[in-house]
């Protein structure tokens, strides 16, 4: 088996050095005992072939470029994430990809039976999801064609002429025929057997690319489906918004109504009627104004899901659910079960192969050929045994001079893989840095929405008093005012904490991988 060359210095010689050795030829009968003997070299010399392509390919084997996950998270998260289970025996276990962690269609944890409608069509409507998938299928192709270049290739074809020499010829000879038919029938064979292993890389290239493809895939179907829940969430954020606009509107309507009475019966002012004809005003202003960004959310739903806008609508759905527990796992699982770290791995491992494949090209080119056939100028005798003919040979090539050109693709090679290998570990890096900023989100926002349903109890309280204090003629309606634009502020807020927590609650879901995990990559 040839050593793989390290810092191979290029010969300085200006040619392609090139051999053909046929094992034996034959037109006609020939000679049988000929024919016995350049079968037998051509079979030893297919098993020296076949011995030869055993041998391990060219290049560094692949090894997935190393990263030590943490033992544990820095954030806890909020009370709806699930940590793992204490480790037993003090230490964590290597664990599998789908312990303690979602699995399948992840957005059925919501229990929302709207939202897990639109989440379906994504997998048979989307069209980008579509476009991702045809790439992978693409890539996959390739595989097929690389690996082809395992075997031989075989041809096959028919030549009836008709030939008329020229009397006129040099080399004319009066006792030749001057016209005669010249009938072929013949397969042709070519291999070139993969002694350094540059066809294997270049498969393991092209299957390592198409698993990158189908990383890809789950990464845009992970992405799509998160996208469309937080845009649902926040819709639905909004007709939680709308729902109090609207009941503060019929409130503001009945307080105009009391103060327009009082004024009749000289107990308000016409500046209280002006103040509380203008709070009754602002609120419909920002009612209506709500609508534009609700429209805003339904269409991108409309969009993802691949509805006809036209013909699209979502009922309004204000916020009745309850934040799910979302399980944790353990930190190593992260390296399992991100898609874009699974694809970011494929990559190295390709680039990896590419080494092989540089390194092959200092070693020299051989080929196998082979032909068979019949050949005749009378159409009676053309299917016979005395018209037969074959040949065998092979043929060796080498470059002996390119200016270092093999070498500064190598180093290429090499450098390439490094570039990969780091992308890899950067994209690690920057996963675990998106699950400890959702968990950290999801920790202040739980305590952040603690506190703010404590600030709207209190405005709640301060208004009723305050209105209470207006109706018994204590106060002045600024009193009422004050209060009411207090609480109102207070509740939009503890709206858009909901919101903000379901919206973080997707996020660390897309930060764990979804239900998805890397032994679904296609092998």
Request: proline share 6%; with cysteine; hydrophobic share 40%.
């Amino acid at each position: 088996m040839p050593r793989q060359p390290q810092n191979v210095a290029p010969v300085s010689r200006p040619a392609v050095l090139a051999a053909s050795t046929p094992a034996a030829a034959m037109r006609g009968s020939g000679d049988p005992h000929d024919s016995r003997s350049g079968g037998r070299r051509y079979l030893f010399l297919l098993a020296c072939s076949l011995l030869l392509i055993g041998c391990k390919p060219m290049g560094p084997d692949y090894n997935r470029p190393g990263y030590n996950a943490p033992a544990v998270y820095k954030e806890t998260g909020a009370s709806t994430v699930t940590p793992p289970p204490n480790p037993t025996g003090g230490a964590w276990q290597p664990a599998n990809p789908s312990d303690g962690m979602l699995k399948g269609k992840w957005w059925e944890i919501y229990q929302d039976p709207q939202l897990n409608q639109l989440e379906e069509r994504i997998a048979t409507n989307n069209v980008q999801l579509k476009q991702a998938l045809e790439i992978y299928l693409a890539a996959r192709d390739q595989v097929s064609a690389a690996r082809a270049n395992l075997y031989p290739t075989l041809s096959a074809g028919v030549t009836p002429e008709g030939i008329k020499n020229s009397l006129h010829a040099p080399n004319w000879n009066k006792n030749s025929t001057a016209t005669y038919a010249d009938l072929t029938i013949a397969g042709q064979a070519s291999w070139e057997p993969d002694f350094w292993g540059r066809v294997r890389r270049t498969v393991e290239q092209a299957r390592a690319n198409a698993e990158a493809d189908a990383a890809q895939v789950a990464n845009v179907d992970l992405t799509l489906h998160a996208e469309l829940a937080t845009d649902y969430f926040a819709l639905r954020g909004l007709d939680s918004e709308i729902k109090l606009f609207s009941a503060t509107v019929a409130d503001l309507e009945h307080q105009l109504d009391l103060t327009q009475r009082r004024f009749a019966g000289g107990v308000a002012t016409q500046v209280d009627v002006a103040q509380a004809r203008t709070q009754l005003e602002t609120v419909r202003a920002q009612l209506v104004d709500l609508g534009v960004a609700r429209a805003h959310y339904e269409h991108a739903i409309g969009t993802i899901a691949n509805y006809d806008l036209p013909g699209f609508s979502i009922p309004p759905s204000p916020f009745d659910l309850a934040l799910p527990k979302v399980p944790l796992g353990v930190p190593s699982q992260l390296l399992e079960r991100r898609p874009d770290i699974a694809e970011a791995e494929r990559l190295a491992a390709a680039s990896n192969a590419q080494i092989g494949i540089q390194i092959s090209a200092f070693y020299p080119s051989i080929t196998l050929n082979a032909t068979g056939g019949f050949l005749s100028t009378n159409p009676g005798t053309w299917i016979q045994g005395p018209s037969a003919l074959w040949t065998l040979g092979a043929q060796a090539a080498d470059l002996l001079f390119d200016a270092g050109q093999r070498h500064a693709l190598t180093d290429a090679a090499r450098h390439n893989y490094e570039a990969q290998a780091d992308g890899y570990r950067n994209t690690v890096f920057q996963a675990f840095e998106d699950v400890e900023d959702q968990l950290a989100s999801l920790r202040i926002l739980e305590q952040e929405a603690r506190v703010q349903q404590g600030a709207v109890d209190s405005a709640q309280r301060s208004f009723d008093l305050s209105n209470t204090r207006y109706k018994g003629g204590v106060t002045g309606y600024l009193e009422v005012l004050t209060a009411e634009q207090t609480l109102i502020s207070d509740q939009v807020t503890a709206i858009n904490l909901e919101s903000r927590q379901f919206a973080a609650s997707v996020s660390l879901v897309r930060a764990l991988g979804g239900g998805w995990d890397a032994t679904q990559l296609p092998k």
